[in-house]
């Protein structure tokens, strides 16, 4: 599966973006697929993910503010982020999981700042 990100950008404090994942095959019967993200020196961390169900999980640090959903017909998952945050600063990567396998996509920058 190859993913291909975009979306991303530089936002004021309190704006909104929204990043797209798109696959290169039907995410019907992809198990999971989501966000993480990786600001300079930290560690990547899980930011969202969606299952195949639609149920959705997020980081307590974004949660209220960012909502992840998924259109099979289109193969793309995205993530409608607001409120933005200086914190919320990081490069964001698109990431599936299936039959025990997983794929990345290449990273989007995001930068809040005013």
């Known amino acids: 599966v190859q993913l291909q990100a975009s979306g991303g950008g530089l936002v004021q404090p309190g704006g909104s973006l929204r990043l797209s994942c798109a696959a290169s095959k039907s995410i019907f019967s992809i198990n999971y697929m989501g966000w993480y993200r990786q600001a300079p020196g930290k560690q990547r961390e899980l930011v969202a993910f969606?299952?195949?169900?639609?149920?959705?999980n997020y980081a307590d640090s974004v949660k209220g503010r960012f909502t992840l959903s998924r259109d099979n017909l289109k193969n793309t998952v995205y993530l409608q982020m607001n409120s933005l945050k200086p914190e919320d600063t990081a490069v964001y990567y698109c990431?599936?999981?299936?039959?025990?396998?997983?794929?990345w996509g290449q990273g989007t920058q995001v930068t809040v700042s005013s």
């Open positions: 969606i299952t195949s169900s639609g149920s959705t």
């Open positions: 990431n599936a999981k299936e039959y025990g396998r997983e794929y």
